[in-house]
């Protein structure tokens, strides 16, 4: 029997890009907090590899914990400017 080799981090990938087709807005919030931890990670002067796995981990950080609706109306209440402040922090 062959063994099949599986790259996580190329699932986790297809796993985020899969999120935009049922909703943009929560495809671009967990795009938003993947680049904070990445800078994060810079800044805090982690490894290659903390920082990837960060990365990807933040890319799906609540893939299938909420239902569509649920997740939308958590981001509805987030700051409107939270994640631009963010941005400019870093």
């Not at 062959?2 to 990938?13: A, Y």
Request: charged share 20%; with cysteine; glycine share 4%.
């Amino acid at each position: 029997m062959e063994k099949i080799r599986v790259n996580i981090g190329d699932i986790l990938l297809c796993l985020s890009r899969a999120q935009s087709f049922i909703s943009p807005i929560i495809t671009r919030h967990h795009q938003q907090v993947a680049y904070l931890s990445y800078r994060l990670c810079e800044q805090l002067e982690f490894s290659g590899e903390q920082t990837k796995d960060i990365f990807l981990a933040a890319l799906v950080h609540d893939i299938g914990a909420l239902s569509v609706e649920e997740q939308l109306s958590l981001i509805e209440l987030e700051p409107v400017d939270v994640n631009n402040r963010g941005f400019r922090v870093l």
